[in-house]
């Protein structure tokens, strides 16, 4: 399945390594499902001028073992309805990774990507070759590629709505 290439700017670089993705929207509000309040408290601990600064199509950046933790669906929800179109991290929590990965917001593992980025870079995430441009710099770096099944999830807009199209085309 193609995926249509990702372009934004850096919105946001998360740099410290195992980052608990739940700081994002403050672990008193995790359990916040509204997405209009998500979006109001978004990143007001990290950057309280994120939510005025985002817009559709932009990008986070993280370190190594980006989503450690337990983490919870509410802060990327916020995320994903600001409109951030993935995350490129060093490399990711397998449970944070999975289970957004379910959710079809593209999770990208890129090594060196938070040497060769700034934020409000330009960036592309070109599938087709498996490497995040940095327009900005012309570096290009490559990411680790999904497997076939991961890149039908993300074509598909998530695990559930994948499960559904085999139950209407079954592989023969």
Request: with cysteine; net charge negative.
């Amino acid at each position: 399945m193609n995926l249509k290439n990702l372009r934004g700017r850096v919105a946001f670089i998360f740099s410290d390594d195992d980052y608990d993705v739940d700081q994002i929207v403050g672990v008193k509000n995790i359990r916040i499902q509204d997405e209009e309040e998500l979006k109001r408290i978004v990143m007001q601990s990290v950057d309280p001028d994120f939510v005025s600064t985002v817009q559709p199509g932009d990008i986070l950046v993280g370190g190594r073992n980006f989503g450690y933790g337990h983490p919870h669906y509410p802060p990327m929800t916020a995320m994903r309805a600001l409109g951030v179109s993935c995350v490129i991290a060093e490399s990711f929590s397998p449970g944070y990774w999975w289970g957004e990965m379910a959710e079809g917001f593209p999770q990208i593992a890129c090594p060196g990507i938070l040497d060769s980025v700034q934020r409000w870079d330009q960036i592309e995430v070109v599938w087709s070759e498996n490497v995040v441009r940095n327009l900005n710099t012309q570096i290009s770096l490559p990411f680790e590629p999904l497997s076939q099944s991961e890149r039908q999830i993300l074509g598909c807009g998530g695990l559930v709505r994948y499960l559904q199209s085999l139950s209407s085309n079954p592989p023969l």
